[in-house]
């Protein structure tokens, strides 16, 4: 079994919960019984950077170097604590390892002359990177991130719900283009940043449209007046867990672990995506394991 490095870089990164979900997903795909990872092989880093070519390098530097410490410990507990049965006939992680990033402000925008597996080099929207020797993929999931939340929460952008979206940052540009592919209609209301590249015309409605979900990405707050609203930041709020969420305001965690679950399913191990744990169990996890490194 090799060592797996997992990474969030961008800056700043100190506060980030990439590191727990990437070590709650690998315990929680080990007790399945998916054979070729563990959560004792696994490590999970911050890197402080801003720029790509500043956490590759420094991640090929640190990779290594890391040991197991404090979340190991909370996450080994939590799993132990709160057992959930092995699969019947788990796969098989493929990689044997590997070295993995999870980008976040300000790189998601820093091209590389990586191997894209979407779009997301198109709309400057990388926040995924897996590295093979020298051979870097690319991809970005901030935007299947918020329709798996939406379906989720009982919204569907098949049956051409409303998303008003403000902002036209990365996650913007990759929510949007995520949402209209899926069938959605897409309310972009004017903030700091204008909204490039132009979406197609026949997924944009007008201002008297009602609204099934809201994201306000330019992080002012802004009551977008949707019946369910995301705020793109870490409240400290518990909000309601499971699929019976219908109205009120979700969190950034929400998207966060639903970004994280969609590149392990495109990127990272696609082979391991029947055997992911869902989102509102992975989401149970990292609300459950934050209460346990606050009271440690």
């Known amino acids: 079994m090799g060592l797996l ?87 098989v992680f493929q990689a044997g390892g590997g070295q993995w990033l999870s980008l976040t402000s300000p790189l998601k925008h820093q091209v590389g002359a990586w191997r894209c597996i979407d779009r997301s080099h198109a709309l400057l929207s990388v926040n995924a990177l897996r590295v093979d020797g020298e051979d870097v993929r690319s991809a970005g999931t901030d935007g299947a991130g918020v329709v798996d939340v939406a379906r989720m929460a009982g919204v569907s952008p098949e049956q051409g719900a409303v998303l008003r ?45 009602q609204a099934a979900l809201g994201i306000d990405f330019d992080g002012e707050g802004v009551d977008l007046g949707a019946a369910l609203q995301v705020v793109p930041a870490y409240q400290g709020t518990r909000s309601p867990l499971g699929t019976a969420v219908q109205g009120g305001v979700l969190d950034g965690r929400w998207m966060l672990v639903a970004q994280h679950l969609a590149a392990w399913r495109s990127l990272w191990a696609p082979e391991l995506s029947d055997a992911l744990p869902t989102l509102e169990d992975l989401m149970h996890d990292l609300l459950s394991v934050e209460v346990a490194l606050k009271a440690a």
Not at 31 to 42: Q, R
Not at 177 to 206: F, T, Y
């Open 165 to 209: 979206l403000r902002g036209g940052g990365g996650a913007a540009r990759s929510t949007a283009h995520a949402w209209a592919e899926a069938g959605g209609r897409l309310h972009l209301v004017e903030g700091r940043r204008v909204m490039k590249p132009q979406l197609h015309a026949s997924s944009l409605v007008g201002d008297d449209a």
């Open 5 to 91: 490095v997992h990474a969030v870089a961008g800056r700043p990164v100190q506060g980030s919960l990439s590191p727990l979900l990437a070590l709650l997903t690998v315990g929680r795909l080990e007790e399945a019984g998916v054979v070729g990872l563990g959560l004792a092989t696994t490590r999970a880093i911050r890197i402080d950077a801003k720029s790509t070519e500043e956490a590759l390098a420094r991640f090929h530097a640190s990779a290594m170097s890391s040991s197991n410490g404090l979340l190991h410990r909370v996450v080994a507990a939590h799993l132990h604590d709160e057992p959930r049965p092995s699969m019947r006939h788990p796969p």
